[in-house]
């Protein structure tokens, strides 16, 4: 992801996965220990997916959740076009969502 990140000139703070937290997704405290790491409260955190089970278990840790669409993730017509729950937002793509967050 870092080298990726460069590459493409992503002005990313920050790669967390689950690494920092010692555990897997869903476990709360992958979800907190990503908060813990900027020293922000949840509520000031936003889990961007493409899987409604990934923001289900993020909002229940408290943080607010946007599910950006991936239709064609698994082959044609075999992914998640919109959320199966409700979610804070919802996008086609990254664009789509900054143009939502006013980025």
Do not use: Q
């Not at 044609?76 to 793509?93: H, I, K, M, N, S």
């Amino acid at each position: 992801m870092v080298d990726l990140a460069r590459r493409n000139g992503f002005p990313w703070d920050a790669i967390l996965g689950a690494e920092i937290a010692g555990d897997y997704k869903p476990n709360a405290r992958v979800y907190l220990a990503a908060c813990a790491a900027f020293d922000l409260p949840p509520g000031d955190c936003m889990m961007v997916a493409a899987h409604t089970n990934d923001l289900l278990a993020a909002a229940k840790c408290g943080l607010r959740t946007a599910h950006v669409a991936r239709p064609n993730e698994r082959g044609p017509g075999r992914g998640e076009a919109a959320p199966t729950a409700p979610v804070d937002a919802a996008a086609r793509d990254l664009e789509d969502l900054a143009a939502k967050s006013d980025a």
